[in-house]
């Protein structure tokens, strides 16, 4: 089974959203909702407490029934079947995609390569969930019988970003274990970190699905020598533990056999944090809200697979964004948390969705002629609104945004939580309608017409929050199948490592004769400092 390779722009249904762009484009929003009294609940959608309101986009029915016949047309049915059983759907890697698997907690038999891979994933979240309790209760602790206080995460990437932000997301639920992440090459960034920790209560855990990535292996480097500075050689299998699906390279660098939680490679490292990738979740959270989150993820899981294209909340969102991309030409789309807790979200989408589908060549290795991954960007409102959202009402680009809104604040205090909910709501209200059939003075017109969709929950758990994560997921799958793309590998982000490779050389042997002349001067001016 491999996934089909069609071009989207040469079915029949894109010919018909073309033209049909043509008679909608003039339709304002304002005109739509005064048009139709009916139309938000036409465009909302429910799971399990999750709304998803999409009234403020610009279209109407036709357009939805078009965009699901395009979806139909470039076999996503199809695709979403071949990713959910196992098939090698990332063909440039041969390998299967199922970060869906580690949260599937139904199934008895997943296989890959005729292997069934569930007894290992549950054999390692029994790991994680023993584990945890061990070094919560006390019965792991450091080199000198003391409890473990801190845990820092040492990885880049996937390895990175999706552990801190559920964990910042999550705070609220957090276990007496604080936790710190080293990501960054920076070692000003190492050295931060280090100098508030104590190596007796500290555990590090290095998660590096290849363990070849030059940022984590020289963390890694610096904070052991640091830790056998303070502490001893031997004491560092008390306090170091990876997470790898490269159990030989763990072990060379001195990581015991028994520390190494596994990762495997059909789960892409953007996809990871539902794996072993997450014990630094699971010790900062408790193993059970670990769960909740993988639960939640499970429910997006089982409506993605399960339901009719034209109720299916993830495939409406990834047509919608490509119906903003691919025929208004909006190439950017905003995130727009309402709570504090989210304001790592644009961050870790921007991996996610960017690395996913920022591709330019399609699966039939042919260059493409139609816009791929938008730029996705953000923060959090309040705050946004008083630094970027002047450009959003009255700049000369149109944006898509995401509002996510969490109906309950957990400090019940309705002070803020009534005005916070009343921002966002007007926002997603100001960019639709604008100062539409008002009277005002040139500089302070709003054209409105700016679409928004609005997510909205009951309050910020980790069962939504997986649900939440899993619905972006599987957005930007429909996407990267639909417009032809492969968006389980990352190869665009090769050239910059082999390059930083050769700079590395060039330093150290001072001959910058194959370097371009911008770069060797950059280099003799950055000697010049040091
Ligand atoms: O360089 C990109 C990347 O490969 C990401 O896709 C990945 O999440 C990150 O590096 C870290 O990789 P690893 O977990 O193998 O260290």
């Known amino acids: 089974m491999t996934l089909a390779k069609i ?100 199934a008895k038999e997943i296989l890959v ?46 390895s990175h970003l999706g552990p801190q932000f559920v964990l910042d997301a999550l705070k609220h639920y957090k276990t007496e274990i604080n936790t710190h992440f080293v990501s960054n090459i920076d070692g000003d960034h190492v050295q931060e970190v280090l100098k508030n920790l104590n190596p007796e209560t500290t555990l590090f855990i290095i998660v590096s699905k290849s363990f070849g990535t030059e940022e984590t292996l020289t963390n890694a480097t610096t904070i052991r020598n640091w830790f056998i500075a303070k502490q001893s050689k031997t004491a560092v299998s008390k306090h170091f533990v990876a997470v790898s699906a490269n159990i030989e390279k763990a072990v060379a660098f001195g990581i015991e056999a028994s520390n190494i939680f596994p990762m495997w490679d059909w789960v892409g490292g953007r996809y990871s944090l539902w794996s072993a990738v997450g014990l630094v979740i699971s010790l900062g959270l408790g193993y059970h809200n670990f769960e909740a989150l993988l639960q939640g993820a499970y429910t997006m899981d089982k409506h993605f697979k399960k339901t009719a294209f034209d109720q299916n909340i993830p495939v409406i969102l990834g047509l919608i964004s490509i119906w903003n991309i691919n025929f208004y030409n909006r190439n950017s789309e905003a995130v727009i948390p309402y709570t504090q807790y989210l304001d790592f979200l644009p961050d870790f989408l921007q991996q996610m969705i960017m690395e996913s589908n920022g591709k330019s060549v399609d699966r039939n290795g042919e260059k493409i002629n139609y816009h791929t991954s938008p730029i996705i960007w953000g923060s959090t409102g309040t705050n946004a609104q008083h630094a970027f959202f002047q450009a959003l009402h009255q700049g000369t680009m149109t944006v898509p945004a995401d509002f996510i809104l969490f109906a309950k604040d957990h400090y019940k205090q309705p002070l803020h939580q009534d005005k916070l909910i009343a921002n966002a709501l007007a926002q997603s209200q100001a960019l639709a309608f604008g100062t539409k059939g008002k009277n005002t003075d040139v500089f302070k017109t709003f054209e409105g017409n700016r679409p928004s969709n609005t997510l909205l929950f009951e309050s910020l758990n980790p069962q939504n929050l997986g649900i939440l994560m899993a619905l972006y997921e599987h957005k930007t799958f429909v996407q990267g199948i639909i417009w032809n793309i492969y968006s389980f590998d990352q190869f665009g982000v090769e050239l910059g490592k082999v390059v930083s490779g050769e700079i590395q050389n060039t330093q150290a042997t001072k001959d910058y004769q194959n370097l371009d002349n911008a770069t060797a001067l950059l280099l003799k001016k950055i000697n010049n400092f040091l």
């Not at 003039?26 to 999409?54: P, S, V």
């Not at 063909?91 to 907690?105: G, I, Q």
């Not at 945890?132 to 990885?155: A, P, R």
Request: hydrophobic fraction near 35%.
């Open 7 to 106: 071009n989207p722009t040469e079915t029949q249904a894109w010919q018909k959203l073309s033209a049909h762009y043509n008679t909608i484009k003039n339709h304002h929003l304002f005109n739509l909702f005064n048009d139709d009294k009916n139309r938000a609940n036409t465009f909302l959608k429910e799971l399990k407490g999750l709304f998803i309101d999409y009234s403020k986009q610009n279209i109407n029915t036709e357009t939805v029934d078009l965009l699901i016949q395009l979806a139909e047309e470039t076999k996503l049915e199809d695709a979403i079947k071949q990713m959910f059983s196992g098939a090698l759907i990332n063909e440039t890697e041969k390998r299967a995609v199922l970060h869906t698997a580690l949260r599937d907690f139904d």
């Open 113 to 158: 390569n005729g292997e069934n891979i569930i007894p290992a994933i549950k054999d390692t979240r029994a790991k994680i969930k023993l584990f945890t309790e061990s070094v919560l209760t006390g019965k792991i602790t450091g080199c000198t019988n003391k409890k473990i206080t801190d845990v820092v995460n040492i990885g880049i990437g996937g």
